[in-house]
Structure formats: structure tokens, C-alpha cells
T-cell receptor, first 115, second 112 residues
């Protein structure tokens, strides 16, 4: 079945540590996105990529980094510079064909907590 | 500043009734609006997309309206069932950047 796989489902970070969240898709989508979701708030865009080897900052990119070396993969690193990393992180992908926005397909998220 | 508001954080209705969820926006001119369903601990799932030149869109028991004058979208679930209980998110496009901006969601509970 085609879809998006995020791993791990739960992740714990120690102070001063960088952690990397994995996101893989087999939908052959060009665009991939990372969002952060906090309780009672909507999804906020961290980074997005429309093509391999290129990505753009979203609304809350500070303290995060990404890479897009392969079409299928878009890992997110939460660096020690992110002072409030506890949240639910969601990865999504979409086609870029046609006009306007295509629906986004989401993974089931990674819940990151601080030890 | 740009803002998206979804009506009340939580909405409880009786099984069989129609649920109506509201998405209001300010300082946007979206060309498209999307609705998603999110279950606890899961990622959102796409439900419907409506374009600015479409007044209404239907899919099975779901209906979405889009009023660009009122800057509002209404999302209806007819003959609601307990299985419809979830959080529903509206999302507006940001044009050519291919980005979506999400509302905070409305948690719907359908009581048996």
C-alpha cells in the first residue's frame, strides 16, 4: 500500500541533544512537508520541499533542519537550539500537478518529549 | 494579521443529527479550502477540497460550502454516527507557494 511512514512513533530527547525524525513516502509525490502540532493549536509549518535537494523554511523553522537527498525521504532534525521541542510532529506529502493545492497525505506522527 | 478560526473547540451532538462546523478566516483570499479529519494520535486525513468559484461540494454524508464574501466555510455531516467523532481541521491555501495554513480544529463528539 502507498503511504507515508514516520518513525519512531515516540522519541525522547535529552537536554543539548539533536534528534532526527524519519519520514518516507512511496506515493511518488514531489512535495513534502513537516508540521508541528501543539495541544489546542493548528498545524504549524516547519519546512517544506518541492523538489530534491531544495527546501524552504516555513513559519517556525528556527531550531530545526531538514534535508531532501532523495524524493522519497525528508528527515527532520530537531536541534538543541529548539528550546521547546515537546510536540507532535507530522510529515506530509502532495502532488504538485495541476492548479492550486492538491490534498496532503499525512503520516501518523512522531511524539517528541524532553527527558 | 491573517487568522483562521474554527467554531468552539468542542461540539457534541446526538446520533442521527446534522453536525455543522464553521471555519472563518480574515486577511486571506484563498483560492482553495480543504477539510481534514484527525483521530487521536493519528495524522489528518483529507476529506474534501472546495474552490473559490464553487459554492458547495458534496461527498456521501459530507457537504462543504464556501462563501468568499462572508469569508466562511461550513462543513456538514448529515445523519451523524458515533464513528464520525474526531477533530476536524480546515486549511486554506497560500496560493502559488503550495502551502496550507490550518485552523486549530473542532473536536466533534457524536453521542449514541
Amino acid at each position: 500500500d502507498g503511504g507515508i511512514t514516520q518513525s519512531p512513533k515516540y522519541l525522547f530527547r535529552k537536554e543539548g541533544q539533536n534528534v532526527t525524525l524519519s519520514c518516507e513516502q512511496n506515493l511518488n509525490h514531489d512535495a513534502m512537508y513537516w508540521y508541528r502540532q501543539d495541544p489546542g493549536q493548528g498545524l504549524r509549518l516547519i519546512y517544506y520541499s518541492q523538489i530534491v535537494n531544495d527546501f524552504q523554511k516555513g513559519d517556525i523553522a528556527e531550531g530545526y533542519s531538514v534535508s531532501r537527498e532523495k524524493k522519497e525521504s525528508f528527515p527532520l532534525t530537531v536541534t538543541s537550539a529548539q528550546k521547546n521541542p515537546t510536540a507532535f510532529y507530522l510529515c506530509a506529502s502532495s502532488n504538485l500537478t495541476g492548479l492550486g493545492n492538491q490534498p496532503q497525505h499525512f503520516g501518523d506522527g512522531t511524539r517528541l518529549s524532553i527527558l | 494579521s491573517q487568522k483562521i478560526e474554527q467554531n468552539s473547540e468542542a461540539l457534541n451532538i446526538q446520533e442521527g443529527k446534522t453536525a455543522t462546523l464553521t471555519c472563518n478566516y480574515t486577511n486571506y483570499s484563498p483560492a482553495y479550502l480543504q477539510w481534514y479529519r484527525q483521530d487521536p494520535g493519528r495524522g489528518p486525513v483529507f476529506l474534501l477540497l472546495i474552490r473559490e468559484n464553487e459554492k458547495e461540494k458534496r461527498k456521501e454524508r459530507l457537504k462543504v460550502t464556501f462563501d468568499t464574501t462572508l469569508k466562511q466555510s461550513l462543513f456538514h455531516i448529515t445523519a451523524s454516527q458515533p464513528a464520525d467523532s474526531a477533530t476536524y481541521l480546515c486549511a486554506l491555501d497560500q496560493g502559488s507557494a503550495r502551502q496550507l495554513t490550518f485552523g486549530s480544529g473542532t473536536q466533534l463528539t457524536v453521542l449514541p
